[in-house]
């Protein structure tokens, strides 16, 4: 099912809040996981679990190393979506 | 010259408060901290209650914090958090400052909820906070961290033993030079039906359900069993020099510990409490102390029906008729049984006491056991003397370890 990158980003803004406690305000496109967000390797996994589960796709391990931004993940989880 | 050792800040959070002066005052009020639980699992137990803290983590730190840490680390950092604000959050070279944390079983509870995400969701349902949250070493690891600590992060293990041996290691690596503060002490957070469960197979659970603030009775004829409990105590040492330089708070001294082993068997106490007499005399000489210094006697007295006895023979052996000058307290009556956290806690109650020159009481002695012929504070907090005083804190554990720490006034 095709998702629109609104969406995806409106869902990752949840659970990267919930995950690392950050302000749901202050996650954009731009913003790097690790030095912006303090999502550290742990918890980029958990971020990853429950995107694949919210999102109904899959993320490879290959594949996370690439998501340095919020706005790479909102991309990857997009098209692997269509 | 030997380097001296010193209390400088202390912290808790236990079943009778949420901090050290709350816990305080509920300990010298005789109040209990055992409950019924209230999880549906307790009905699978022959035992319905345990002593939880009185305060839940949630509502000490973040939420964000908690879902990374195993409750005995989130236990650790409060009463870490307690004990450094209490030491007034000295400025220390870092490569000058330890942590010696320890636990009886780790983060129990991490490992079998993960257990149960790994049969409902497979591999993938297993968080990656897993192995830093169960390792026993997480609760030193996690203060070490906040602390930025670099001198040694450390967790000694030896079953309900741990706490108290804990803070004899930190007092170690001050005299040795290896650090000049050291934030010291024992959790435990193992209220679970599995820990529970094996415990109550052992017989070393008390099963009294019908009165269970009344469970814990340590020196009562009728005493069936141990308490669970939950919590943590910590004290911060620092070399005496040091805290004088800085204008720090002393509580009291660390003059001394005592170690030894019963080689007797895996759980049950040596009858004869030779191990317990060593520790104690080993304690004694270690602290440059005499069987008159002593005043006031924290005891591991678990309320076991064994337990109690061989301890207070043992006590009565080693100190000889100098042990009827002694107010010997059972706390455990109140907190119930810490396990890797006791001897920390208790060590916490010591400092209090000499402090305040007060001996916590000892509740639920209905009828003193015959058998134990030390005298026990009962009911009622008794003061201390005046002047110059000492005090023992008496842990062991299952694997017979015997640890005893020597507190004075300075």
Redesign the interface.
């Known amino acids: 099912m095709a998702l629109s990158p609104a969406d995806v980003l409106a869902g990752l803004k949840e659970i990267v809040e919930e ?3 950050v302000s749901a305000s202050t996650i954009e496109l731009d913003k790097n996981f690790t030095d912006d967000l303090e999502v550290d390797s ?2 980029m ?2 971020v990853v ?1 429950a995107a ?1 589960e919210r999102f109904g796709v899959k993320i490879p391990d290959e594949a996370v190393t690439d998501l340095v931004t919020v706005g790479d993940a909102v991309n990857f989880i997009v098209n692997a979506a269509k | 010259m030997t380097r001296r050792v010193v209390v400088t800040g202390l912290g808790a959070t236990t079943p009778l408060g949420a901090d050290v002066d709350s816990t305080w005052a509920a300990l010298i009020a005789g109040k209990s901290g055992v409950h019924l639980l209230t999880e549906e699992w307790r009905d699978l137990l022959p035992v319905h209650f345990a002593a939880r803290v009185h305060t839940e983590p949630a509502d000490q730190m ?4 908690m879902r ?1 840490l195993d409750r005995s680390e989130q236990f650790a950092l409060v009463a870490s958090r307690e004990a450094w604000k209490d030491a007034g959050s000295p400025d220390v070279d870092k490569e000058r400052l330890g942590v010696v944390i320890a636990s009886g079983i780790g983060g129990v509870i991490t490992l079998l909820d993960q257990y149960d995400n790994l049969k409902e969701k497979g591999a ?2 297993v ?3 897993t192995v ?1 949250m169960l390792m026993p070493n997480g609760p030193a690891a996690n203060v070490g961290l906040e602390l930025q600590a670099k001198a040694g992060v450390h967790t000694p293990v030896s079953a309900c033993a741990s706490g108290a041996e804990a803070i004899g290691y930190a007092l170690e690596m001050i005299r040795t030079n290896r650090a000049d503060i050291i934030v010291s002490g024992g959790v435990e957070a193992a209220i679970h039906q599995l820990p529970m469960a094996g415990f109550a197979a052992m017989k070393a659970l008390s099963t009294r359900n019908d009165a269970p603030e009344r469970a814990s009775r340590p020196y009562d004829r009728d005493r069936d069993g141990f308490v669970l409990g939950e919590g943590g105590g910590i004290l911060i040492l620092e070399e005496y020099e040091h805290a004088k330089a800085r204008g720090a708070k002393i509580y009291c001294e660390l003059v001394g510990q005592g170690l030894s082993s019963d080689g007797y068997h895996i759980a049950a106490p040596d009858p004869d409490g030779a191990g317990v007499q060593r520790a104690i005399k080993f304690a004694l000489a270690n602290a440059n102390l005499s069987t008159k210094d002593i005043v006031h006697l924290n005891a591991h007295a678990t309320s076991t029906p064994a337990g109690d006895v061989a301890e207070a023979n043992a006590l009565r052996l080693a100190l000889g008729s100098d042990i009827d000058r002694v107010a010997v307290s059972a706390t455990k009556s109140m907190t119930g049984h810490l396990l890797g956290g006791a001897g920390a806690i208790e060590s916490v109650f010591i400092v209090k006491a000499l402090q305040e020159r007060l001996a916590p009481p000892t509740i639920n002695i209905e009828n003193l056991d015959p058998a134990v012929t030390v005298d026990v504070v009962r009911d009622k907090a008794r003061a201390l003397p005046a002047g110059q005083i000492a005090a023992l804190n008496d842990s062991f554990g299952f694997g017979g370890h015997n640890v005893v720490l020597a507190f004075a006034t300075l």
């Open positions: 995950v690392a406690g742990l918890s996994v958990e679990v694949e | 973040e939420r964000v914090e990374r993938r349902g968080s990656p906070h830093p």
